[in-house]
């Protein structure tokens, strides 16, 4: 099992860059026998995505794969499609954390809020997966996501946008968003947990004007006498009773991590490599 946490903050010692910390030595810690990498765009140069559509042509799958014993060997998933032979004509890191996403059987994102949505960095990331939209890989057997939210807290337009970017770009790579963790103002300027994520109901995938969209259309269906039905509005929870891999406890105390797996990417780290500074 290989789990694969990225971090999308652009800043190497802030609060999403702890919270990382804490999962990835709960990963090692609990489950010792699993690979875990992180992959931090504040240690990887990855430029915006052009736009050219080079990579919907399918090209010849690269020369040298990893070995089936290392940790970034290609998954089942990604080896039962074309996505391999779907590539950017970009030659930068974006190359590297590929090798990482086509490995994870399990992908773990660590994001903070900026304006409701996704730092730029992260979005660049998130933009470049488009080789995987033109390939196949959406076919095959859904690998779990779960998604930790981090910010210092008081912008009153929430963070859905962040939720609806990360699970609309992952998804063309494979990954189905199965949680989210809010740890909005839980988190304080010295990394430290100061109290429990709550988990964040998911919102409907396209929004819920979708929810809308449709109790429209059953309105017209019913002769325009029925009205509408109206979206519901999120609430969050209580206590999230999420898996063990996704909720760290409070500083000082054993987290109960996520379950992440092997690997390293350049600036980043795993349990059996060490690179450079990987906080974000």
């Not at 992959?39 to 990579?55: H, K, L, M, N, T």
């Amino acid at each position: 099992m290989h789990r694969v946490i990225v971090v999308g903050s652009p800043r190497t010692n802030g609060r999403s860059a702890s919270l990382a910390d804490e999962l990835f030595n709960a990963c090692i810690d609990e489950c010792p026998e699993d690979g875990v990498s992180i992959v931090s765009v504040a240690s990887i140069e990855v430029g915006p995505c052009r736009g050219c559509d080079a990579c919907r042509a399918a090209t010849e799958a690269p020369d040298k794969l990893p070995e089936s014993d290392d940790n970034l060997a290609v998954g089942p998933a990604v080896a039962a499609s074309d996505a391999l032979v779907h590539r950017c004509v970009i030659h930068d890191d974006m190359t590297e954390v590929r090798k990482h996403l086509d490995a994870a059987d399990e992908l773990i994102v660590v994001s903070p809020v900026y304006f409701a949505g996704a730092p730029a960095q992260l979005k660049c990331l998130l933009d470049r997966l488009q080789p995987y939209f033109w390939s196949d890989v959406r076919a095959q057997p859904k690998r779990p996501m779960v998604l930790h939210v981090v910010g210092e807290g008081g912008d009153p337009h929430g963070f859905e946008p962040l939720i609806g970017c990360v699970r609309s770009a992952f998804a063309c790579a494979g990954f189905e968003l199965e949680l989210v963790l809010d740890w909005v103002g839980k988190i304080d300027e010295n990394g430290e947990i100061t109290a429990e994520a709550e988990e964040y109901p998911l919102p409907p995938v396209g929004g819920f004007a979708a929810l809308g969209a449709a109790g429209e259309g059953e309105a017209a269906k019913a002769g325009g006498d029925a009205q509408p039905q109206q979206p519901p509005q999120p609430q969050r929870s209580q206590q999230s009773q999420q898996p063990r891999s996704s909720k760290p406890r409070k500083q000082g105390t054993s987290p109960q991590g996520g379950k992440p797996r092997g690997g390293s990417s350049q600036g980043g780290r795993s349990k059996k490599h060490k690179g450079g500074a990987r906080r974000g």
